[in-house]
Each structure stands twice: as C-alpha cells, then as structure tokens.
C-alpha cells in the first residue's frame, strides 16, 4: 500500500486560511468516509483534529475542517495562529482492512 | 484523562531483541485496541498493525510479520511491542495508539520511544 500523498509543506501569514491535501485511491481515501488528521509537535504525540473526514474531537478548535471529494480529502486551516505551526498527516482506512498513512506536511505561520 | 506513556529509548546491537511497552491509564484497556505505528528517521509513518485488547488476538500489517510481536498484560493495562532478531532498518520512533470506539482513527497516541541498532 502506497503512503497517501500529501504536500512537503504549506505556509501562511497569520489569520490566513490554508488547505492540505491528502490524495490516495478508491482503495482508500475515495472509498470509505474513514480519514483522520492529526496534528504533531516537535517531539509531542500526535493529536487527532479530524475524524470520518469532517468530524471534530471534543475540545478541537473549530477553525479546523476536513472534506472529501472523490480519492482526495483536505483538511482546512482557517485564522491561521502561530501555535498551528505543526507537522500533520492524514490517515485512511483501506479496503484491505488497514490503515495507510500520509506522507505529512509541514505547516509554516510566517 | 487518558494517557499512553511509552518506555525510554532503547540502544540494541543488531541480532538483539527489544520490548517496548505502552501503559495505558484512564480508561477501561480492554474497551479500545492498540495499533503500533513506526515512523523511521526521515520517513513517513507507517501501520504495523493492532492489537485486539479484549482477545489478545494481533493482526500485523503486510511488512511487519515474523520478527514483530504484539502481546498485552491486561493486569497492569499495558500492550507491549517486541521486535526480535534486530537489524538496522529497524531504527525508528515507535508510537503505541488508541483505536477510538467504532471509529477507523486513532484516538489518543503515546509519546513514543526511539529504538537505535547498532553495532
């Protein structure tokens, strides 16, 4: 299974919106509503942003949102803030019963 | 709260053995699998597979089978991560994390532990 294909990186001023993207197959992204995004500081676990494409954890910041359309999802950060500054990866559930992984983007607040 | 907290890095020769463990805390163990997930020095992350809490029964992912073992000590909610006949490839942070209730995401993560091999 081919790692998810997201962006190396994307930045943004402050306040600004951004978008990243996760790109994978009918096997994968494009046939199930089962993405997850996560978010990870230098040297912190992951944390869970996003679940089932655009649902939000109890606790997540409403500027964060995810959609799907056909074999790619994004998740959207809107008023960009400089603790968003991160690492983050996407996750989807395969058709093989697996997971598959995004290949990560960093996140820049310039 | 829940918590996973992980063991402290690991320095093997190779041809050694490890056992990483990941002590759960704040909920009932046996409600949630344990995935394994490794993330090599400079790659992506990668699925190793999980861990049925309830059963003890693991599923490794393709890649991970043979020198990968996944085994739990519900007495003490704990799962445990051992990779035995060690190679360099295997130098990797590996993170213990909790499949949420009817979900397909991973709901709560450890913190991680670095295991090195080499001679």
């Known amino acids: 299974q081919s790692a998810l294909t997201q962006p190396a990186s994307v930045s943004g001023s402050p306040g600004q919106s951004i978008t990243i993207s996760c790109t994978g197959t009918?096997?994968?992204?494009?046939?199930?509503?089962?993405v997850s995004w996560y978010q990870q500081h230098p040297g912190k676990a992951p944390k869970l942003m996003i679940y089932?494409?655009?649902k939000r954890p109890s606790g997540v910041s409403d500027r964060f949102s995810g959609s799907k359309s056909g074999n790619t999802a994004s998740l959207t950060i809107s008023g960009l803030q400089a603790e968003d500054e991160a690492d983050y990866f996407c996750i989807s559930y395969t058709s093989s019963s697996t997971y598959v992984f995004g290949s990560g983007t960093k996140v820049t607040v310039l | 709260q829940v918590q996973l907290v992980q063991s402290g890095s690991e320095l093997k020769k190779p041809g050694a053995s490890v056992k990483l463990s990941c002590k759960t805390s704040?909920?009932?163990?046996?409600?949630?699998?344990i995935n394994w997930v490794r993330q090599a020095p400079g790659q992506g992350l990668e699925w190793m597979g999980w861990i049925n809490t309830n059963t003890g029964n693991p599923t490794y992912a393709p890649g991970f089978t043979g020198r990968f073992v996944f085994s739990l000590d519900t007495s003490v909610s704990t799962a445990y991560l051992q990779i035995t006949s060690l190679k360099a490839e295997d130098s990797a942070m590996y993170y213990c994390?909790?499949?949420?209730?009817?979900?397909?995401?991973?709901?709560?993560w450890g913190q991680g532990t670095l295991v090195t091999v080499s001679s």
């Open positions: 089932d494409v655009r």
């Open positions: 994390a909790r499949d949420r209730s009817s979900g397909r995401d991973f709901d709560y």
């Open positions: 009918s096997s994968d992204v494009g046939g199930y509503n089962y």
């Open positions: 704040g909920y009932t163990f046996t409600r949630n699998a």
